[in-house]
């Protein structure tokens, strides 16, 4: 009795075994190939623009779009000097005078050899008209059989000589007014003039001083409007939008807080440094600010 009672439990055991046997395998082929599946066919998600940051601050330069240093365009000895530091001008005012008798003589030379020109190609023209005449009266004369053909043909030939005569002293004439130009434009030169309306902010020059082509004379500034320009890093770019308001400070305006557009956001980054500028357009009373100061402006992110 016994007996039977073993060999049915150990039939049990054994028919327990052989099912999880079959079970087993199955689950851990299960459990190895689903994630091979899911890692084949599944993309990482796209990285987000990295916000910016409400408290990100950058600092720039404060400057003006027109600023420039005014150079000698020829030589010459510094004449007369009408604006100095800080002077306000207006665009084309003259801030300074070379020395212009030489070329003023020139010009005046140069004047009298194109009157004398036209004169002569007046005189060509008015002899012309009398070759011209002639040519008819001598075509008359050899209808009527009063004059030999040569006649004819002579009359003819000195005709046409007198028209290229007249061109020469044409080119001649223009060829002296040519050189009236580049003596005015040299005449121009002499005279050092503010290209807009600017402040006076160096002058490097003074009276009787002998300058060559290329030497710097003034230096002039506009005063408005106030610019600032900054980079920021490629991963920002498009963080930006045209016209949106940001704050702007100075550490060396304290207590002064201004309001600035976005003007310009480049287009594209820079490869060799991963960034993209941005330029600020200041707007109402500037305070303390001038240009070639530090600022500071705090960015915010976009809604």
Known sequence: MYCA??????????????????????????????PAKTTANTAPPPAAPEPIDSNLVVSGPIIVEHQVDLTAQRDGVIAKIFSDVPARV??????????????????????????????????WQSEAQVLKADYARAQNLWALGLTSEEQLQHAKYKAESDQWDIKRVEESLNSAR??????????????????????????????????????????????????????????????LRLRQIIEVTSPNAIGEKHVAHVREISPVVDPASGTFEVLLELSGDRGSLRPGMTALARLRQLP
């Open 5 to 34: 009672f073993d060999c049915a439990l150990a039939a049990l055991a054994l028919h327990t075994m052989g099912c999880g046997s079959d079970k087993a395998p199955t689950s851990v082929s299960s459990a190895a190939t689903l």
């Open 178 to 239: 040519q050189e009236e130009k580049s003596l005015e434009l040299e005449l121009e030169k002499t005279k050092i003039t503010s290209p807009f309306a600017a402040l006076v902010a160096r002058r490097y020059v003074r009276e009787g001083q002998t300058v060559a082509k290329g030497d710097r004379l003034f230096w002039v500034t506009s005063e408005a409007p106030l610019l600032m320009r900054f980079t920021l890093p490629e991963k920002f770019f498009g963080q």
């Open 90 to 123: 207006k665009a084309g005012a003259l801030l300074a005078q070379l020395d212009d008798r030489q070329i003023t003589a020139n010009l005046e030379a140069a004047r009298a050899k194109s009157r004398g020109i036209q004169a002569e190609l007046k005189n």
